[in-house]
Every structure is written in structure tokens, then in C-alpha cells.
């Protein structure tokens, strides 16, 4: 598997991987502004042949209050099922996370995940260090609950600048 940063022409192939996958879909238009945004934030999985198997959406939380610290924000990550358990998810993470914290200097990361949502649960939580920030009732479009979820990237010695 090919992991790397996403280009324009990704663009249909993520948005096929979310609508297979997940019951939260977004316009080309969204994916495009977070490509041009924030180019260095986001991945695809490619398999064998070019087609994107996974990918991982993000971008700089650009509403910060005055007095907080700079941080990314995972928007969306997805995997096709015949591709799962094969450690994509956490190789798109840790890419998003390494460039939120080299390339913008972000001091954490933060997402939402369904409370249902075991599998990831457990990635977040168990592999990758998040914490439980807080539950947001009714986030979802479809009024389940979310957990807010933060990783601290200054505890993994990653955050190459300040600001």
C-alpha cells in the first residue's frame, strides 16, 4: 500500500471510499477547499493499481478563541472494509498528525467519533493515545451522540516550531 498526500484528481476517489463507508457525506466542493486549504494535511491509501482504498481528510482548526493553542482537526478518515486491519487507519493518522505538527507547529489534534463506533474507538483511544474531551449530544445528522476526542502532540515530541 501507497500512502501519500492527496491531489485534486483523489478527489472523486475519497468521496466514493466516504459514500461506500460512512453515513456522514460531503460535496466535491469540501473536499476541494480542504485540498487547496491545507494540501499538506490529507492522504489516500492506494492500493496495488492506483485506486484509493483509504484516506484521511483534515485541516487546521481556523476558529480558535484568542488564548488557545494552535491545533488540526480530523474531519473525516475512511477505509474500505477489504482493506481494513491492515494498519491504513493508523498510517493515515500518524501522517496527518506528524504534518499538523512539523509543518503548522499544532500543539494537538482533535475529532469526533460516533459513540458506536467501537473500531474506531478502540484506534483512537487504545492505539493512538486519544482522550475523551467531552460528548457532544445529538451531533450527528442523525442524532447520535459524539465523543470529542483530543491527542496531544507536544507529548510525542513532534511539535517542530511554536508560535
Same mark, same amino acid.
Given at each position: 500500500?501507497?500512502?501519500?498526500?492527496?491531489?485534486?484528481?483523489?478527489?472523486?476517489?475519497? /468521496?466514493?471510499?466516504?459514500?461506500?463507508?460512512?453515513?456522514?457525506?460531503?460535496?466535491?466542493?469540501y473536499?476541494?477547499?480542504?485540498?487547496?486549504?491545507?494540501?499538506s494535511?490529507?492522504?489516500?491509501?492506494? %492500493?496495488?493499481?492506483?485506486r484509493?482504498? &483509504?484516506?484521511?481528510?483534515?485541516?487546521?482548526?481556523?476558529d480558535? &478563541?484568542?488564548g #488557545? #493553542?494552535?491545533? &488540526?482537526?480530523?474531519?473525516?478518515?475512511?477505509?474500505?472494509?477489504?482493506?481494513?486491519?491492515?494498519?491504513?487507519?493508523?498510517?493515515?493518522?500518524? /501522517?496527518?498528525q506528524?504534518?499538523?505538527?512539523?509543518?503548522?507547529?499544532?500543539?494537538?489534534?482533535? =475529532?469526533h467519533?460516533?459513540?458506536?463506533?467501537?473500531a474506531?474507538?478502540?484506534?483512537?483511544? %487504545?492505539?493512538?493515545?486519544?482522550? =475523551?474531551?467531552?460528548? #457532544?449530544?445529538?451531533?450527528y445528522?442523525? &442524532? #447520535?451522540?459524539?465523543?470529542?476526542?483530543?491527542?496531544?502532540?507536544? %507529548? /510525542?515530541g513532534?511539535?517542530?516550531?511554536?508560535?
Open positions: 500500500m501507497n500512502v501519500r498526500t492527496i491531489r485534486v484528481d483523489d478527489l472523486t476517489g475519497m /468521496q466514493a471510499c466516504n459514500l461506500q463507508n460512512l453515513p456522514e457525506n460531503y460535496t466535491i466542493r473536499y476541494l477547499y480542504h485540498a487547496m486549504t491545507w494540501p494535511l490529507s492522504f489516500v491509501a492506494e %492500493d496495488h493499481k492506483g484509493i482504498v &483509504g484516506y484521511i481528510l483534515a485541516k487546521m482548526e481556523e480558535a &478563541g484568542k #488557545e #493553542e494552535l491545533h &488540526g482537526h480530523v474531519t473525516s478518515i475512511s477505509v474500505l472494509r477489504s482493506y481494513r486491519r491492515l494498519g491504513l487507519a493508523k498510517k493515515l493518522m500518524e /501522517q496527518s506528524k504534518a499538523m505538527a512539523t509543518i503548522y507547529g499544532a500543539s494537538f489534534v482533535s =475529532l467519533v460516533r459513540k458506536s463506533n467501537r474506531a474507538l478502540n484506534l483512537y483511544r %487504545d492505539t493512538l493515545g486519544f482522550t =475523551l474531551k467531552a460528548t #457532544e449530544s445529538k451531533y445528522a442523525d &442524532g #447520535e451522540d459524539a465523543y470529542a476526542m483530543h491527542l496531544s502532540l507536544k %507529548d /510525542q513532534t511539535v517542530a516550531r511554536t508560535n
